[in-house]
């Protein structure tokens, strides 16, 4: 029978800067460092933080998340290249 482990669940503070204190424990079983990159996903008033692996890249990561809600979305791809030129003019014109 595989397990699945258990969550750790710890309650952790914001300081006044908006920073959080990983727990030591969290941060040894992920083997985190200084320099790491980490994910931030929010939902509603969720926040999940990823560990994103050396030879993991960003946006391949975000463009998974993106097109699984593409899809879902059924959304075409005529319209995701209209919406991305209009952000590029946007942010040329800025």
């Known amino acids: 029978m595989n397990r699945v482990p258990m969550a750790e669940v710890e309650v952790v503070r914001v300081s006044s ?7 030591k424990g969290v941060r040894s079983r992920l083997g985190l460092k200084k320099g790491d990159k980490l994910l931030a996903y929010s939902k509603g008033d969720m ?15 975000l463009s998974a ?30």
């Open 47 to 61: 926040l999940l933080i990823r560990k994103v692996g050396k030879e993991e890249s960003l946006l391949a990561i």
């Open 17 to 23: 800067k908006g920073q959080i204190v990983i727990p």
């Open 65 to 94: 998340s993106s097109r699984r809600k593409i899809t879902l979305l059924k959304i075409s791809r005529m319209e995701v290249e209209k919406v991305i030129e209009e952000a590029r003019k946007t942010t040329e014109e800025a």
